[in-house]
């Protein structure tokens, strides 16, 4: 099997993911949507997804850089997937059970540490809770999710044709 086609499949996750970056961006300067800090930890996901994608793309590499290419783009449509969930979860939860206020991002990063942030943000706010604008009845965190679950088998199918053309290659005399 040529690794040709792996490339190309790199390429295409790296034009579904600027164009879906682009479209975020389309929505907060140009629709005036607001993001909030879990919107914006799926942008910097979604970011670090096409960049590791374009590079893979770009670099052509050999087999075990396509493996680590691979799982970097993965791992990055997983937390990507992870944080849309929790904003999901925080939209469907009880208004009571969210925190009113929210610690500016120049306080957490002056006086907390990086994990208590972390955990700030997961928390969810009042932010994170609105639904601004939905397509089809879905929310933006669902549409994130749903395009981070569809990133998320692109990679798992890539990843095994690799290893399915690996182990056919060393089955074969």
Not at 77 to 100: E, K, W
Request: glycine share 6%; net charge neutral; aromatic share 14%.
């Amino acid at each position: 099997m040529s690794l040709a086609p792996l490339r190309s499949m790199f390429f295409l996750a790296f034009m579904v993911g600027g164009l879906t970056l682009g479209a975020s961006f389309y929505l907060e300067y140009g629709a005036l949507l607001q993001p909030c800090f879990l919107c914006q930890v799926q942008r910097l996901f979604l970011a670090a997804y096409s960049l590791i994608n374009l590079i893979a793309a770009l670099h052509n590499p050999a087999r075990p850089g396509l493996y680590l290419y691979g799982l970097a783009s993965m791992a990055c449509a997983c937390f990507g997937a992870i944080t849309a969930v929790r904003q999901v979860l925080l939209q469907n939860a009880a208004s009571d059970q969210i925190q009113d206020c929210w610690p500016s991002l120049q306080y957490m990063i002056e006086n907390l540490s990086f994990w208590q942030a972390v955990r700030s943000v997961f928390n969810g706010t009042v932010d994170c809770v609105e639904i601004n604008w939905t397509l089809f009845d879905l929310s933006l965190p669902e549409w994130s999710l749903l395009f981070f679950l569809a990133m998320l088998i692109l990679g798992i199918m890539q990843f095994s044709r690799l290893l399915f053309s690996q182990r056919l290659r060393i089955a074969l005399p």
